[in-house]
Nanobody, 119 residues
Framework: QVQLVESGGGLVQPGMSLRLSCAAS????????MAWYRQAPGKEREMVAT???????QYGDSMRGRFTISRDNARKTVYLQMNNLKPEDTAVYYC?????????????WGQGTQVTVSS
């Protein structure tokens, strides 16, 4: 069983920064591909950034250059550093963990953390 708990969201002005954290329980974290997704009101959930179990990263087009995903396997935590935030970044941000271990598939989601960018 894997549980993910996000934190770090809040209300910020445009141009400011936030760092989201996602703490994982259980023993699969070092083997999991981790990701951040977001969902704005009335829109579909979209991929923000992913980081593989060996540290390879990918970003959504509108986030590249502003957001940085990282992970700390010792702390079982994945981070999303968000710089130069824009109003269109307003959304609920979700953490996701995916892996397959010993023929068992894991696909876990956190409860989400709200990010609001507004002046």
């Amino acid at each position: 069983q894997v549980q993910l708990v996000e934190s770090g969201g809040g209300l910020v002005q445009p141009g400011m920064s936030l760092r989201l954290s996602c703490a994982a329980s259980g023993s699969i974290f070092p083997f999991a591909n981790m990701a951040w997704y977001r969902q704005a009101p009335g829109k579909e959930r979209e991929m923000v950034a992913t980081i593989s179990n060996v540290g390879s990263t990918q970003y959504g087009d509108s986030m590249r250059g502003r957001f940085t995903i990282s992970r700390d396997n010792a702390r079982k935590t994945v981070y999303l550093q968000m710089n130069n935030l824009k109003p269109e970044d307003t959304a609920v941000y979700y953490c996701n963990a995916v892996t397959t271990l010993f023929s068992r598939d894991y696909d876990a989601w956190g409860q989400g953390t709200q990010v609001t960018v507004s002046s």
